[in-house]
């Protein structure tokens, strides 16, 4: 498999040419997840002190930024300019082990991986990121790539999208959103609006059918920003369809299969040809979580919105995309998430109470068009959290070259480095911490019982 690619199914594991670790080896951090969410946390916790006994559990040799494969889709950035390697971008202070975590045990503080290796932690950080299930639509794992049929969410296939975009001149060209939640939540319709901007420019939009089915009932999860979108999914003609779902794809006749709700309120399952399909996958939390007692009734990680603390075990931290927090799973939240977890995992093995607060920020940048970007920041409730003192809701050309030129910069070169500008955690007064146990030497045997 070509080293820039991405497989459909779980990856395939091979071990990391590093020292040998014992199984009862004890790191004072795991991290499970190079990732964004890995990588900036480990940096952050760095920052703040060097006597610490690091280990990245991550099998990919390569990191993605994977906010950029939207402009992959638009012909605005190539693949090369979203792929560093993960030898690069992880701290060189850390032990990295490339391999897979299979399970979590909790009680005995134990950590197993594919490469039958165990660590055994004194603190662990999780954050492997979601799994895309693209088994979810049946059909769709074995079209992606033919016949018109792509999706941004797989860095092979963005720049199929770009070329079907370009090649479309007449026809109907469709576009879905799965059910939530998703990562970054305004990724498909920035396709829709990119797309149908592209065949404005071009003089086709008149000639192209553009749908947009969205499996919930919203256009955005903030009410705030759903006037000024309306404006642009009105501007390209979009027949915009709520509560229906992709469920299956004929590759052979071009036909995208949706569960819609009827008049009377019933289900049905609708059959829509196409000539151009943007497919989003549903998604999930990786299966080794969901099946661990870290999980919540969704899948989740269970943690403490505001500290970032498993809820039921204290030594037990997460962020990013697994996490259960309500915020929307972008690279902007975990640059505020970071340096809560570093600074309350630090304040946890002191034995002192956790102060750093996680407001819920997550910040999309809705691509509304090329050269104009809606900024939308906001928190928990939809608070609107905007960094600047501008109206959130206009499209401008600054936010433009903030997506394409600021946002790549500070993503490899500050969030990853553990540079934490306009990041600084909030603190609120340790009277208001959830009441966890704050000893670290030993498990924490309160805690529910496995099931």
């Not at 079209?143 to 001149?169: C, E, M, R």
Request: with cysteine; hydrophobic share 35%.
């Amino acid at each position: 498999m070509p080293e820039t690619k991405h497989s459909l199914s779980q990856p395939s594991v091979e071990t990391a040419n590093h020292k040998k670790i014992s199984p009862s080896s004890r790191y004072d951090v795991v991290i499970i997840g190079g990732g964004a969410a890995g990588t900036a946390c480990a940096s952050s916790l760095l920052k703040r002190t060097k006597q610490l006994r690091i280990v990245i559990v991550e099998p990919s040799e390569h990191h993605y930024y994977q906010p950029g494969w939207t402009l992959v889709g638009a012909g605005v950035f190539t693949q090369a300019q979203t792929i560093h390697k993960t030898a690069d971008s992880l701290p060189k202070q850390v032990t990295w082990i490339k391999a897979e975590a299979t399970t979590i045990d909790p009680y005995q503080r134990l950590v197993s991986l594919s490469n039958k290796e165990q660590l055994n932690y004194q603190t662990l950080v999780v954050c492997p990121g979601l799994s895309l299930n693209w088994q979810a639509i049946k059909g769709l794992p074995e079209a992606l790539g033919q016949q018109g049929i792509t999706s941004n969410y797989h860095l092979d296939f963005a720049p199929y999208t770009w070329q079907q975009v370009k090649s479309l001149s007449k026809g109907k060209a469709i576009f879905t959103q799965p059910t939530m939640p998703i990562k970054c939540a305004g990724a498909p319709q920035k396709a829709v609006y990119l797309s149908c901007d592209y065949w404005r420019q071009q003089q086709h939009l008149a000639q192209i059918d553009v749908e947009f089915h969205i499996a919930g009932a919203a256009l955005f999860g903030v009410s705030t920003f759903v006037p000024a979108l309306q404006r642009y999914i009105e501007r390209y003609g979009v027949n915009l369809l709520y509560n229906s779902n992709l469920i299956e794809v004929d590759v052979n006749t071009q036909t995208a299969y949706f569960s819609q709700t009827s008049a009377d309120g019933q289900m049905e399952t609708i059959g829509k040809p196409f000539d151009f399909l943007h497919a989003v996958p549903p998604q999930q939390a990786p299966a080794f979580i969901r099946s661990s007692p870290l999980s919540n009734a969704a899948g989740w990680v269970d943690v403490d919105p505001y500290t970032l603390r498993h809820n039921q075990f204290d030594d037990i931290f997460s962020l990013g995309d697994v996490a259960s927090t309500s915020n929307a799973k972008t690279a902007a939240a975990i640059r505020k998430q970071a340096p809560v977890v570093a600074e309350n995992l630090l304040a946890f093995l002191k034995g002192h109470s956790l102060t750093a607060c996680y407001d819920g920020y997550g910040a999309c940048p809705l691509t509304v068009e090329h050269g104009k970007v809606i900024l939308a920041e906001f928190g928990y409730d939809g608070k609107l959290l905007p960094t600047l003192p501008l109206n959130p809701t206009i499209a401008r050309r600054s936010y433009w070259q903030l997506k394409t030129h600021g946002l790549p910069f500070m993503y490899w070169k500050m969030l990853l480095k553990g540079h934490e500008w306009l990041a600084k955690p909030k603190q609120r007064p340790a009277e208001a911490t959830p009441k966890h146990q704050t000893q670290p030497s030993a498990p924490s045997h309160s805690n529910k019982q496995q099931s």
